[in-house]
């Protein structure tokens, strides 16, 4: 079974086929994302509400059941978070100031040399 979309400014629905009776307001956007290539979507998100209750899914934990038909609007903002390649810890790890121990060398100001 599927969960139809739309655009507000498009003519057709299209699908998003699921697996099971519901899916997550959450999985639902990364779906859409992934079938409209829209990028990462950092500058911006998607507003779900059902098309014949105009209700608005806020909340991206609620789960839309299947055949359920929804308008989708593109809202600014930067409420998603990034696509993490990365693990925090290494990342943080690239942050960090390393503190360098200077060697013997006649440049780092040793005192005994005239000019």
């Keep these: 079974m599927a969960v139809y979309y739309k655009f507000k ?5 299209d699908s998003i086929p699921i697996e099971g009776q519901f899916i997550s307001v959450l999985n639902l956007k990364e ?3 992934e079938s ?8 911006f998100d998607l507003m779900i509400s059902n098309a014949q209750t105009d209700e608005e899914y806020a909340d991206e934990s ?4 299947k055949n359920t038909s929804v308008l989708i609007r593109r809202i600014p903002g930067r409420p998603r978070m990034p696509i993490v390649t990365e693990p925090q810890e290494a990342i943080a790890a690239e942050n960090r100031v390393e503190e360098i121990v200077p060697s013997g060398s006649a440049f780092l100001g040793d005192s005994s040399m005239k000019y």
């Design 36 to 43: 409209k290539h829209l990028g990462r979507g950092t500058d």
């Design 62 to 65: 609620i789960m839309i059941p």
């Design 9 to 13: 400014s498009a003519r057709d629905y």
């Design 31 to 33: 779906m859409i994302f």
